[in-house]
């Protein structure tokens, strides 16, 4: 189909630039390496930080927050290049992970935003191993591909990434927000000052709108935790908020790249079977919903993610760090509660987990139509002076019109034969 649009536009106000300022966000947080680590080459060899500077732009890169959106070209600008030192555990490198938001951040937004996702998504990864090991795969196709000796620090035996140590390390991360000046490229446009109008045509090509289909993934799984009040719990939204983001910060790192969230939180007291509980238990049951386009799912997905989601909750029940987080995430939010992990109870309630799978059509978008037709009355706002005066200049372009056919005909008439007609001043 291909429908052709005349387009008339009028409108009070000249380009003018608008939100010229924005903000400058970094988050910095430190990783701790192995005691081991050959930190000299780290620190002497530019390549040889390459691997851990990339891997981590790849693993914390998130388009809509802005964060290292394109992790493949830009990762050099959005994490800074660090410095190994010694440190009790091992060899700390700090590292800052920035981004640039339009407009004015607060540091609430900041810390909300910025500060709790990339923490939380490094640490998983540090913790589960899948950062070491992303490090490792980069650094092989820098010396694959440049022949760059430094980066054979990265392969060793054991890992070089201590998981336990850089967890503890990053609950500690810090953010910084800056007011900026936007670069005229990254400015938006907005309408102020003189009035103007221009008239073009617009011919494109319409195919039929089609809709996506997505893949929903739904893990319903359940922990017991004390420190908590169902009641409270289940009525105070940032309680729950905090409980979602533990769940997430402990997921592995590949699932936390997806369209991942934690819903359906419910509190309720725990049964308490076979006196295995201690009374004020709160078995707290919620379903881990990912989606992704339909053509992107693999068959038998849904089973690899329950088992992915399996794995990693119960290791983080186990050695403590879900109650870690946990415990972190209810004191920012500003809650005095001492929560803990009932570890035989939440173990068998993960193992109960159950997975289903569903996907869905959205209904398609409809197709262009045409403008109203005359004799449509449109109800007048405050905001209506821009379209008025749209209709206003289209009135005068009709009626200029119609004087000029009546002048020609009459021109024809009164001149027979001559077929000489003058040229109006006004084209």
């Not at 390459?50 to 290292?68: I, K, N, Q």
């Not at 540091?107 to 070491?132: I, M, N």
């Not at 959205?362 to 004799?375: D, E, I, L, M, V």
Request: charged residues 25%.
């Amino acid at each position: 189909m291909r429908p052709a649009l005349g387009v008339l536009v009028a409108c009070a106000g000249a380009l003018a630039l608008d939100e010229s300022a924005g903000s400058d966000v970094a988050v910095s947080a430190r990783l701790v390496l192995a005691t081991d680590f050959d930190a000299a080459t780290f620190n002497n060899d530019w390549y040889a930080r390459v691997p851990l500077r990339r891997a981590l732009a790849r693993l914390v890169s998130d388009e809509e927050r802005g964060v290292c959106a394109q992790w493949w070209q830009d990762w050099e600008h959005c994490v800074a290049d660090p410095v190994a030192v010694p440190d009790d555990a091992g060899h700390a490198v700090d590292v800052t992970v920035r981004a640039r938001a339009a407009g004015a951040v607060s540091d609430a937004e900041a810390e909300r935003r910025y500060l709790t996702f990339v923490r939380d998504r490094a640490a998983a990864a540090a913790a589960d191993g899948s950062l070491d090991a992303s490090i490792r795969a980069t650094a092989r196709e820098v010396g694959d591909a440049l022949g760059e000796r430094g980066v054979e620090i990265w392969g060793r035996d054991a890992a070089a990434v201590d998981g336990a140590a850089s967890r503890a390390a990053l609950a500690r991360a810090e953010v910084d927000v800056r007011r900026v000046l936007l670069p005229p490229a990254e400015r938006k446009l907005s309408t102020a000052g003189s009035s103007f109008s221009y008239s073009y045509e617009l011919v494109f090509d319409s195919p039929a709108p089609t809709a996506a289909e997505t893949a929903t993934v739904e893990i319903s799984a359940s922990v017991v935790i004390t420190g908590i009040t169902p009641s409270s719990f289940n009525a105070n939204q940032a309680q729950k908020d905090a409980f979602a983001e533990s769940i997430i910060a402990n997921l592995a790192a590949e699932v936390q790249a997806m369209n991942v969230e934690v819903t359906n939180i419910v509190a309720a007291a725990a049964r308490r079977r076979r006196r295995r509980l201690q009374a004020g238990n709160v078995e707290v049951s919620f379903k881990i919903v990912i989606r992704k386009a339909a053509n992107d799912y693999a068959p038998g997905e849904d089973a690899t993610l329950l088992s992915s989601v399996q794995t990693t909750l119960k290791a983080a029940v186990t050695d403590g760090s879900l109650a870690t987080v946990l415990q972190d995430e209810f004191d920012d939010a500003g809650f005095s509660l001492t929560i803990t992990v009932d570890e035989t109870t939440s173990l068998a309630g993960l193992d109960a987990a159950k997975v289903t799978l569903g996907v869905t059509t959205p209904a398609p978008t409809a197709a262009p139509t045409a403008a109203p037709t005359a004799g449509k009355k449109k109800k007048k706002s405050d905001g209506d002076a821009g379209g008025m005066l749209i209709i206003i200049v289209v009135v005068v372009v009709v009626v200029l019109s119609a004087a000029g056919a009546g002048a020609f005909l009459v021109m024809q008439k009164k001149g027979k034969g001559a077929a000489r007609i003058e040229a109006s001043p006004h084209n």
